[in-house]
């Protein structure tokens, strides 16, 4: 059972940089699979935010490719998000992902709210 | 960037009941759809990916149907824990991409 827990500042002011670190527990992510981000404003629907393959390749979302960065540190096992320049739209919870066949999400962590606001 | 449509925003019916969930893409997306459940205040979980294979664990109850434009998602005899929202989502090969559709509410009639 893999386990995926996110965990970061639960509020950023805007203009800010938003910063995510999601711990992965019982796999490798150097060993395979690809990893995802995905948010949900409050009360709204799921958007991808972007996905980092163990290859180190990454690929992101065309409305936030300007402001998000994905990468992984093998050493500690874990996957980091930074997002520039958050306004009030950017306030959601932040989930992070396992992909299964390239682009399914088949597992998740908690989710984590992070709101922007002053 | 493929689009997903997702009908009805909100579904009532009766426990015991089935229930017909459907997807449509703005392009032919092959097979590359899956659904999620996902409950207030939990992450979503996956259902059914490449339209019609069941995740590990999910109840013969749930089944996807559907290729190119038009996916479903069928529930037969509702129990009262699936209700909650319901999400289709789509990827494209290339570029890589993936978009969700913005869920249909299932609830207790």
């Known amino acids: 059972q893999v386990q995926l827990q996110e965990s970061g500042p639960g509020l950023v002011k805007p203009s800010e940089t938003l910063s995510l670190t999601c711990a992965v527990s019982t796999y490798s992510i150097s060993s395979g699979y690809y990893w995802g981000w995905v948010r949900q404003p409050p009360g709204k629907g799921l958007e991808w935010i972007g996905s980092y393959f163990h290859s180190g390749f990454t690929y992101y979302s065309p409305s936030l490719e300007s402001r998000v960065t994905i990468s992984a540190d093998t050493s500690k096992n874990h996957l980091s998000l930074r997002l520039t320049s958050v306004t009030a739209a950017d306030t959601a919870v932040y989930y992070c992902a396992r992909q299964i066949t390239g682009w399914y999400f088949d597992y998740w962590g908690q989710g984590t709210l992070v709101t922007v606001s002053s | ?109």
């Not at chain 2, 996956?46 to 069928?74: D, N, V």
């Open chain 2, 1 to 109: 960037e493929t689009e997903v449509t997702q009908s009805p925003a909100t579904l009532s019916v009766s426990p015991g009941e089935g229930a017909t969930l459907s997807c449509r893409a703005s392009q032919s997306v092959g097979d590359n759809i899956a659904w999620y459940q996902q409950k207030r205040g939990q992450a979503p979980r996956l259902l059914i990916y490449s339209a019609s294979t069941r995740a590990t664990g999910i109840p013969a109850r749930f089944s996807g149907s559907g290729s190119g434009t038009e996916f479903t998602l069928t529930i037969s005899s509702l129990q009262s824990e699936d209700f909650a929202v319901y999400y289709c989502q789509q990827y494209d090969n290339w570029p890589p991409g993936v978009t969700f559709g913005q869920g249909t509410r299932l609830e207790i009639k």
